[in-house]
């Protein structure tokens, strides 16, 4: 008898006990910890100040618009437009916005319906690891089987080895979903390690599906090269972004993908049966503040970024203090650091005491791991924590920390 997909999403995100009873999962636990402790929660990436005020005023001026009703399914033209022509500013890539963009609730929905519509069961869908939490449990959902490529700490932070891309992705693959700049880690892959993945993409015919959300977050001059503007790349690749991250508006959901037409097709055959269309209103503001016609969301995206950067200096140097060992990242907004100095080899005990110790919550990296596997054991004792916070927060997160040692 059929026990329903619930059980198989909830074994691949690790929340299936041997009873068979669920768990939370640990960023609940983190939550309500934080709640009942009064602890700065560095858990949840979210900001804590809103994205731009002229991009507030276009949303209230759709409402009072009339825009209130369903938009068209695939998005409304404006920011079908806006997409495309983002693409091309900022990339040189050429994408037809009726045919080749489709708007969706958030990247989240772009990476559920891309991974449904693209594979299932008998396919392989290969990530790097750590990873994204809602990618295993999509492809759970798919009936596809997960493969990952680890990414390892080192001098140059967190990488790749090009022996693992080939390890991973066979014939068997169907999609390679990459992220970067990379949650939870904060990498931004460098051109070879996209090469990498793209050749054995290329060898084995499969299909790269990207999730960019972080574009324009990345710090210290490192740019993101987005997967499809490598050679012969552009045909086998779904681009997907969003506006939450870039314009700190998590709470919105407008995201988009794009790539070759048959795909987006394909992509929203299955879209349109799971929530059809969202977030009317806000996708004529994110239409406004992609088009950038008055440079005003460009010169916040700038800011916020440079914002950003030393936001994640600031906490950087409070987590050594403190006595972690962090891998400064190069985009996001999170930093991953090793708490095993702190004499926890399991960062789960570490979590769990820090909002006592030292008034800040975190989540363990293993979170964002296949559960019981090798990356997971590898990464044990590390810690996420996010600095998109007001700095005034992190003084005093740093405050906390600092009573570690
Ligand atoms: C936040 C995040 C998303 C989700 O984006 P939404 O637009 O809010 O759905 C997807 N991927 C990564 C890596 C993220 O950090």
């Known amino acids: 008898m059929s026990h329903g997909h619930w059980r198989d999403v909830a074994h691949a995100v690790g929340l299936l006990g041997a009873d068979g009873a669920v768990s939370s999962t640990i960023f609940a636990e983190m939550s309500a910890l934080a709640t009942r402790t009064g602890a700065i929660n560095l858990?949840?990436?979210?900001?804590?100040?809103?994205?731009?005020?002229?991009?507030?005023?276009?949303?209230?001026?759709?409402?009072?618009?009339?825009?209130?009703?369903?938009?068209?399914?695939?998005g409304i033209p404006a920011l079908l437009d806006a997409v495309?022509?983002?693409?091309r500013r900022h990339y040189g890539l050429?994408?037809?916005?009726?045919?080749e963009v489709l708007v969706t609730a958030g990247a989240t929905e772009a990476i559920t319906a891309t991974i449904l519509a693209l594979a299932g069961p008998g396919d392989e869908v290969v990530t790097l690891e750590p990873y994204y939490d809602s990618y295993a449990a999509a492809i759970a959902l798919s009936g596809a089987t997960h493969r990952t490529i680890a990414l390892r700490p080192s001098s140059e932070g967190f990488r790749l080895d090009p022996a693992d891309v080939d390890a991973a992705v066979t014939d068997r693959t169907r999609l390679v979903l990459v992220n970067s700049p990379h949650n939870p880690t904060g990498t931004v892959l460098t051109r070879d390690e996209l090469g990498a993945i793209a050749r054995a993409a290329v060898r084995h015919d499969a299909l790269v599906v990207t999730d960019e959300v972080y574009e324009h977050l990345t710090y210290d001059g490192v740019e993101h090269v987005p997967m499809a503007t490598l050679p012969g790349m552009a045909e086998r690749t779904v681009t997907i972004s969003s506006a939450g991250k870039s314009l700190s508006?998590?709470?919105w959901k407008v995201g988009w993908l794009h790539a070759r037409a048959d795909l987006v097709t394909a992509v929203r055959t299955v879209k349109q049966f799971l929530t059809y269309v969202a977030?009317?209103?806000?996708?004529?503001?994110?239409?406004?503040?992609?088009?950038?016609?008055?440079g005003r969301t460009g010169e916040y995206v700038a800011g916020l970024g440079r914002s950003l950067q030393h936001r994640r200096d600031v906490l950087c140097e409070a987590l050594v203090a403190a006595g972690f060992a962090p891998v400064a990242p190069r985009g996001t907004y999170f930093v991953v650091a090793d708490g095993a100095?702190?004499?926890?080899?399991?960062?789960?005990?570490?979590?769990?005491?820090?909002p006592e110790k030292a008034g800040v919550v975190g989540i363990p990296?293993?979170?964002?791991c296949t559960p019981g596997g090798?990356?997971?054991?590898?990464?044990?004792?590390?810690?996420?924590?996010?600095?998109?916070?007001?700095?005034?927060?992190?003084?005093?997160?740093?405050?906390?920390?600092?009573?570690?040692?």
């Open 43 to 74: 858990g949840q990436g979210f900001p804590d100040v809103d994205g731009p005020a002229h991009l507030k005023d276009a949303a209230v001026a759709a409402i009072e618009a009339g825009h209130n009703q369903y938009p068209p399914g695939p």
């Open 84 to 87: 495309a022509a983002h693409q």
């Open 94 to 99: 050429e994408v037809d916005p009726r045919t």
């Open 249 to 251: 508006f998590t709470g």
């Open 279 to 294: 977030s009317g209103p806000f996708q004529h503001a994110v239409a406004v503040g992609l088009a950038d016609e008055d």
């Open 341 to 354: 100095g702190l004499g926890y080899p399991d960062a789960v005990d570490l979590c769990r005491d820090l």
């Open 365 to 368: 990296v293993s979170a964002f």
């Open 374 to 405: 090798a990356v997971a054991e590898e990464l044990r004792s590390w810690v996420r924590f996010t600095y998109v916070k007001r700095e005034a927060t992190l003084a005093d997160a740093a405050r906390g920390l600092a009573r570690l040692r």
